[in-house]
């Protein structure tokens, strides 16, 4: 089996393009995904969008697998913990994320899911796989603060189902399924290493989801998808998914896992800007200290030297 864990490179190692450049492409894809499927949404209902690019997305990451020669071997007795992970990760997360984005703003919704390196920090907490410093858990709370704003500025009011809360809420909910796929698959991680792991997961997800999709995928009046859409789909799919990961993957590999999530911080308000710009979604001061006070939070929890690696690679797919 080839190892491919998320490690630096042997020195001499040829680099056949700057792994910043693809973490700041990386970067840019994920934070125009999020306007990019809520308009895709006006034309599309949210399970068929959603199965139909990971469907496009798991055949793409197939193919490079196989033009890399990486191969893929689990033990037999890790098989159904893995396919397992694989629904959570990827059916329950992506089932969440899609239906949060469709009922909540792009911007929003960035922010809601930047919370996954603190939640998944917590949970490592409280299942005592790391241990936190008061640096961390200041950050922690800090977050929490930029959530309730963010949650206050959207329900003016705070009154559910009013605006977009409800969207808010489902998105914090994807966050949560994310944080749990990503504590309980970090073995797995460590053990076959980033991309076997996340291939298998998204292969099995995406059977789920199509799975779940049927009455969704047959009700969709697809001779009334224009080209806008179509092109969203592909970019949801093809770049937002599949290339998301490779780039990701790559840049861990060359820069590490540190400051490669560093870079991840820049997400939400890269969304914030593009939702701005082609969705008009303008936000409020309340909502502009929120996000401060969100990616504040999760740059000073990742100051700490003893948060763990976990943490740092917990950015999920989009």
């Known amino acids: 089996m080839t190892d491919t864990r998320a490690t630096r490179p042997p020195e001499g190692e040829t680099r ?20 990019v499927v809520k308009a895709a949404l006006r034309v ?33 007795r890790d098989l159904v913990r893995l396919v397992g992970l694989g629904l959570l990760g990827n059916v329950v997360y992506q ?22 390196p603190l939640i998944v920090t917590v949970l490592s907490v409280a299942l005592k796989h790391e241990v936190i410093s008061r640096a961390g858990w200041a950050g922690v709370a800090l977050s929490i603060a930029g959530i309730a704003l963010i949650l206050w500025g959207s329900s003016r009011g705070l009154h559910f189902g009013a605006d977009t809360l409800r969207g808010d809420l489902t998105m914090l909910g994807s966050a949560l399924g994310w944080s749990v796929y990503t504590v309980l698959s970090s073995p797995y991680v460590r ?10 997961t998204m292969w099995t997800g995406t059977i789920g989801l199509v799975a779940i999709s049927v009455p969704s995928l047959l009700a969709q009046p697809w001779r009334s998808v224009g080209p806008g859409a179509w092109g969203g789909l592909v970019f949801s799919g093809a770049l937002s998914l599949a290339l998301a990961y490779i780039l990701w993957y790559y840049g861990i590999r060359h820069l590490g896992s540190s400051r490669t999530a560093v870079y991840s911080n820049t997400v939400p308000v890269v969304a ?44 999920p797919p989009e």
């Open 16 to 35: 056949r393009f700057s792994p910043d450049l693809a973490i700041v492409l990386l970067v840019l894809i994920w934070g125009s995904n999020f306007s």
């Open 44 to 76: 599309f209902s949210p399970l068929a969008f959603n199965s139909t690019r990971f469907v496009l997305a798991s055949t793409l990451l197939a193919g490079f697998l196989l033009v890399s020669g990486t191969r893929i071997r689990f033990d037999r």
């Open 95 to 116: 089932a969440l994320f899609i239906f949060g984005i469709n009922g909540t703003r792009a911007g929003n919704a960035a922010l809601m899911l930047a919370t996954v």
């Open 191 to 200: 053990k076959y290493g980033t991309l076997p792991v996340t291939a298998f």
């Open 272 to 315: 914030l800007i593009v939702a701005w710009l082609t969705l008009g979604e303008v936000p409020t001061w309340v909502q502009v200290a929120g996000t401060a006070m969100i990616i504040g939070g999760i740059g000073l929890s990742r100051l700490s030297r003893r948060t763990a690696a976990v943490a740092e690679e917990a950015v």
